[in-house]
């Protein structure tokens, strides 16, 4: 049996409390193996409902994490470096400020990665 590797989409909504909040949605993106796209369907799934979770956050109010659906399955035929993994096209009111916060993360990053190059060494 030959096994291939998927990239699944997976869809989870977070309610916090009584759920009276701008609804908030975690799109995750998980590599599945399995024999066909049918089956890395059922397997992302069943990935998705074992990790739904119930905790209280910091404030000691409810969070709930309910897993809705696999909405995408790509079968990943070659993995090649630098290949195109996922894309997502963003509408913002200002433009100036997202690209200024993009800058800001990819410092953060840039500094983080150097620290822990450092450590290892």
């Known amino acids: 049996m030959v096994m ?3 990239l699944a989409k997976m869809i989870y909504r977070i309610i916090c409390g009584e759920g009276q909040h701008t609804p908030q949605f975690d799109e995750q993106l998980r590599l599945i193996c399995a024999e066909d796209e049918l089956h890395a369907f059922h397997k992302a799934q069943l990935l998705g409902e074992r990790e739904q ?3 209280l956050n910091a404030v000691h109010k409810p969070v709930h994490w309910k897993f809705i659906d696999v909405c995408e399955i790509h079968r990943l ?4 470096d630098g290949a195109e993994m996922y894309s997502k096209i963003q509408e913002k009111e200002d433009a100036d ?3 200024h916060i993009t800058r800001l993360r990819a410092a953060h ?4 990665c150097l620290e822990k190059s450092i ?3």
């Open 4 to 6: 291939n590797w998927f």
């Open 53 to 55: 979770d119930n905790f």
């Open 77 to 80: 035929d070659d993995l090649v």
């Open 97 to 99: 400020q997202y690209i």
């Open 109 to 112: 990053m840039l500094e983080n």
């Open 119 to 121: 450590q290892l060494n």
